[in-house]
């Protein structure tokens, strides 16, 4: 079975630019999950979606991040205008609606902010 | 609300030695409660999950019980391999939303 699915795997941009990560999750599952990943913080959830609207955005750093699910089969994360502070590795997941079920994740994407 | 404290890293251990790497949580009712693990350069994968008290969870040699009373839930190899270098994240789901509790992450190294 195919997995969680992002791309890019690796962007490299010049600060201001706008930033689109996109993710494919796996067929079946109705939770969708960003997360942020870097050394100073760790892991960070950003944002989450049950049948492909937004449950919680608390963890969205700012205006500048947004993210939407227009079906059950993708999801982006958009930054405008991406800053250096930006630079991190995003992560995709999904999962069947249970509370015993895994989450899956993607193998994320690397993003460079110069 | 709820948190999952784990052990401040990185470990170093030799081949063949025994690992624990401690997680504590708090939580209300009943979470569920997993171990992921990170290869370099990948996502978290799961490592093993107990859905209820006294449950064991296992897989590859790892396990990892559920104690409710201590409300801890460590995690234990008898003999590391170093394969096994990676970063281990203990963590709960708690109530009816998906939404996972994470631990801040533990780094392991296995020297050979």
Not at chain 1, 68 to 83: G, R, V, Y
Not at chain 1, 85 to 104: E, I, L, M, T
Not at chain 2, 21 to 48: D, H, K, M, R
Not at chain 2, 50 to 79: C, I, M, Q, V
Request: aromatic share 12%.
């Amino acid at each position: 079975d195919a997995g969680v699915i992002q791309s890019p795997r690796h962007e490299v941009t010049e600060m201001g630019q706008e930033v689109t990560l996109r993710c494919k999750p796996i067929s079946g599952h109705d939770y969708l999950f960003w997360y942020r990943q870097t050394m100073m913080r760790g892991l960070e959830l950003l944002i989450y979606f049950n049948n492909n609207v937004p449950i919680d955005d608390s963890g969205m750093p700012e205006d500048r991040f947004s993210a939407k699910m227009p079906n059950a089969s993708f999801s982006t994360l958009k930054i405008q205008p991406s800053e250096p502070r930006d630079s991190a590795v995003y992560f995709c997941a999904s999962s069947f609606g249970q509370s015993n079920q895994p989450q899956h994740f993607g193998d994320g994407t690397r993003l460079s902010i110069l | 609300g709820d948190s999952v404290t784990q052990m401040e890293g990185p470990v170093t251990l030799s081949e063949e030695a025994f690992l624990t790497i401690n997680c504590t949580y708090t939580a209300t009712g009943y979470p569920s409660l997993f171990w992921y693990v990170q290869y370099p350069g990948e996502g978290l994968q799961l490592l093993l999950k107990a859905t209820k008290a006294d449950d064991k969870g296992s897989n590859k040699g790892f396990e990892a019980t559920y104690r409710k009373e201590t409300t801890s839930f460590h995690l234990e190899k008898g003999s590391v391999q170093v394969s096994d270098s990676a970063v281990y994240f203990c963590a709960l789901v708690n109530g009816g939303y998906q939404k996972v509790t994470f631990g801040t992450g533990t780094k392991l190294q296995v020297i050979p």
